[in-house]
T-cell receptor, first 114, second 113 residues
Framework: DQQVKQNSPSLSVQEGRISILNCDYT??????FLWYKKYPAEGPTFLIS?????DKNEDGRFTVFLNKSAKHLSLHIVPSQPGDSAVYFC?????????????FGTGTRLTVIP | DAGITQSPRHKVTETGTPVTLRCHQT?????MYWYRQDPGHGLRLIHY???????DKGEVSDGYSVSRSKTEDFLLTLESATSSQTSVYFC????????????FGSGTRLTVV
């Protein structure tokens, strides 16, 4: 049963425009959310995270928004660049419960068109 | 990634044979994890370790065993490989656990024929 869902398998965006990647979760015990970026033949690399006590976190061109009531988070990339083309995974954990697992979504493949 | 290596990078094996994948870290992190990545499922936790000789099961542990005899090495063994275990396997390390600060290796692509 998928506790973290990414309903859009792919997204194409023009260079310079905004990319918005969405993620929904079902477990109300999740208290920490992350986005990972993955290039082919490489492992996922950490991009940005947000704690459940916040509703926004920003790091350069990347911003993550968290809506706890809707159990929804999104990643905004502005402006999008061709090097951002990759698969993006949303992940969530219930770290404060002592659980030791990151639950991942199925990923969204972002293509930034030059 | 720097500090974590997986071997082999690619392996083809026959159904019914045992297979061992190795994860090696140089970061001295306490926590180590094995995930598998499959289309339509994302990454799913197989087993993890919270110290030398301390391991626990993840959500898809059936058919897999692990061992950690040293801080730096975490081995994943498929006791008797099946075609359903064809996948890409990722090792991850973390200093604090709890879903924080994971660093992933580059993965091992395993094909069971």
């Amino acid at each position: 049963d998928q506790q973290v869902k990414q309903n859009s398998p792919s997204l194409s965006v023009q260079e310079g425009r905004i990319s918005i990647l969405n993620c929904d979760y079902t477990n109300s015990m999740f208290d920490y959310f992350l986005w990972y970026k993955k290039y082919p033949a490489e492992g996922p690399t950490f991009l940005i995270s947000i704690s459940s006590i916040k509703d926004k976190n920003e790091d350069g061109r990347f911003t993550v928004f968290l809506n706890k009531s809707a159990k929804h988070l999104s990643l905004h990339i502005v402006p999008s660049q061709p090097g951002d083309s990759a698969v993006y995974f949303c992940a969530a954990s219930a770290g404060q419960t002592g659980a030791n697992n990151l639950f991942f979504g199925t990923g969204t493949r972002l293509t930034v068109i030059p | 990634d720097a500090g974590i290596t997986q071997s082999p990078r690619h392996k083809v094996t026959e159904t019914g044979t045992p297979v061992t994948l190795r994860c090696h870290q140089t970061e001295n992190h306490r926590y180590m994890y094995w995930y598998r990545q499959d289309p339509g499922h994302g990454l799913r936790l197989i087993h993890y370790s919270y110290g030398v000789k301390d391991t626990d099961k993840g959500e898809v542990s059936d058919g897999y065993s692990v061992s950690r005899s040293k801080t730096e090495d975490f081995l994943l063994t498929l006791e008797s490989a099946t075609s359903s275990q064809t996948s890409v396997y990722f090792c991850a390390i973390s200093e604090s656990g709890g879903g924080y600060g994971y660093t992933f290796g580059s993965g091992t692509r395993l094909t069971v024929v």
